[in-house]
């Protein structure tokens, strides 16, 4: 059974830079055809995708956030983790990650978690 | 403004059927790509409905079904049911910007 669970703080001042983590269980990062992603959504809008790391080590950015954003993942640890640089208050938004089944479907989703931008 | 185009909301009585639908492009849903749909409740985690245009993961009802033609994408719900009052979304990957993209998003209400 494939199970996720994001931590992370849940206040961050604006300038500071967010750090989540993506510890996961019942896959793993250095076999075939698997990846962890991260999705966010702020409050009353859409999902947004943000990174994706696969097993080899290759990683996608969303373009408007690429220059902010960094993933890495310790397989040793089953672990995936996303930085955040410069964060603003529109960055509020609950933050998921997801395992990436073959067919580069977000087959199962963390619980999420919220994280707010406030000074 | 997503990539992909999704109408805001959609209703139907319980038993009836909708669709929703998701138009993108040719650098994305009129590609190679496949279009992958979520259902998302307020307060849990998105759940994976339709995989690679019109498959189902295990779990999922028969009244969901998924089809894709061109550069758009439908998801079809029958035999509505108040447990299906959620946000729909599709999903698919964008060779232009060479990542993943979602729709804006619909909110289904059931009447």
């Known amino acids: 059974q494939i199970t996720l669970q994001e931590s992370g703080p849940t206040l961050v001042k604006p300038t500071q830079t967010l750090t989540l983590t993506c510890t996961f269980s019942g896959f793993s990062l250095s076999t075939g055809e698997v990846g962890v992603g991260w999705i966010r959504q702020p409050p009353e809008k859409a999902l947004e995708w943000l990174a994706l790391?696969?097993?080899?080590?290759?990683?996608r950015y969303s373009p408007s956030l690429k220059s902010r954003l960094t993933i890495t993942k310790d397989t040793s640890k089953n672990q995936v983790v996303l930085t955040i640089t410069n964060m603003d208050p529109v960055d509020t938004a609950t933050y998921y990650c997801a395992h990436i089944s073959p067919s580069d479907a977000f087959d199962i989703w963390g619980q999420g978690t919220m994280v707010t931008v406030s000074s | 403004q997503s990539v992909l185009t999704q109408p805001p909301s959609v209703s139907g009585a319980p038993g009836q059927r909708v669709t929703i639908s998701c138009t993108g492009s040719?650098?994305?849903?009129?590609?190679?790509?496949?279009v992958h749909w979520y259902q998302h409740l307020p307060g849990t985690a998105p759940r994976l409905l339709i995989f690679d245009n019109n498959h189902r993961p295990s779990g999922v009802p028969d009244r969901f079904s998924g089809s894709k033609s061109g550069t758009s994408a439908s998801l079809a719900i029958t035999g509505l049911q108040a447990e299906d009052e959620a946000d729909y979304y599709c999903q698919s990957y964008d060779s232009s910007l060479s990542g993943c993209v979602f729709g804006g998003g619909t909110k289904l209400t059931v009447l």
């Open positions: 040719s650098s994305n849903i009129g590609a190679v790509y496949d």
């Open positions: 790391i696969y097993w080899n080590d290759d990683k």
